[in-house]
C-alpha cells in the first residue's frame, strides 16, 4: 500500500522559496522526508512521468492543485512555481509543448539533461520593466 496516496496531507509543509521554481520546491520537500525526488515523485504519483521531461514547463493547474492539497500549501502560492504563471510577463502566451521566449530548454534524454534550462540573472530581471 502507498501511504502517500491516502494520506490527505504531508505532515511535514514545505513553503516554496520567493522565485523558486516547481522542481527545485520538490527536491527540497523529497529531502525533508529523507527521499531522492525519484523516489518521491514516483511513490505520490506512481504513473506520472516527472523527471524525464521538463516539470517546470509541463506542470499545469492538477498538478499545482494535487500539491495543494498534499502540501497544504495555498494553490496561488504553488501555481506561482510553474512557468504558466509567468505568462504575460516573461512570454506572451505559455504552450507546455514548445520552447518558451526567453526560457531554455532543458532538453531532457533518459533523465539526463542535455541542455542547461533556465538561466537568467534574478537582478536584471528585476530590474527590467
Same mark, same amino acid.
Given at each position: 500500500?502507498?501511504? &502517500?496516496?491516502?494520506?490527505?496531507? &504531508?505532515?511535514?509543509?514545505? $513553503?516554496?522559496?520567493?522565485?523558486?521554481?516547481?522542481?527545485?520546491?520538490?527536491?527540497?520537500?523529497?529531502?525533508?522526508?529523507?527521499?531522492? !525526488?525519484?523516489?518521491?515523485?514516483?511513490?505520490?504519483? !506512481?504513473?506520472?512521468?516527472? &523527471?524525464?521531461? @521538463?516539470? @517546470?514547463?509541463?506542470?499545469?493547474?492538477?498538478?499545482?492543485?494535487?500539491?495543494?492539497?498534499?502540501?497544504?500549501? !495555498? *494553490?496561488?502560492?504553488?501555481?506561482?512555481?510553474?512557468?504558466?504563471?509567468?505568462?504575460?510577463?516573461?512570454?506572451?502566451?505559455?504552450?507546455?509543448?514548445?520552447?518558451?521566449?526567453?526560457?531554455?530548454?532543458?532538453? $531532457? *534524454?533518459?533523465?539526463?539533461?542535455?541542455? !542547461?534550462?533556465?538561466? *537568467?540573472?534574478?537582478?536584471?530581471?528585476?530590474? @527590467?520593466?
Amino acid at each position: 500500500m502507498n501511504v &502517500w496516496i491516502g494520506n490527505p496531507e &504531508w505532515l511535514i509543509r514545505i $513553503v516554496p522559496g520567493q522565485g523558486e521554481i516547481f522542481s527545485s520546491w520538490i527536491v527540497r520537500i523529497a529531502h525533508a522526508f529523507g527521499l531522492k !525526488p525519484t523516489l518521491f515523485t514516483e511513490s505520490i504519483l !506512481p504513473n506520472k512521468a516527472f &523527471w524525464n521531461r @521538463d516539470i @517546470d514547463n509541463l506542470a499545469n493547474l492538477d498538478l499545482v492543485e494535487y500539491y495543494a492539497v498534499k502540501s497544504g500549501i !495555498p *494553490f496561488d502560492r504553488i501555481y506561482e512555481t510553474i512557468l504558466q504563471s509567468l505568462e504575460g510577463k516573461l512570454f506572451e502566451s505559455h504552450h507546455s509543448n514548445t520552447s518558451l521566449s526567453w526560457v531554455l530548454p532543458i532538453g $531532457v *534524454f533518459n533523465r539526463k539533461r542535455t541542455h !542547461p534550462g533556465m538561466q *537568467f540573472c534574478p537582478m536584471c530581471l528585476a530590474e @527590467d520593466k
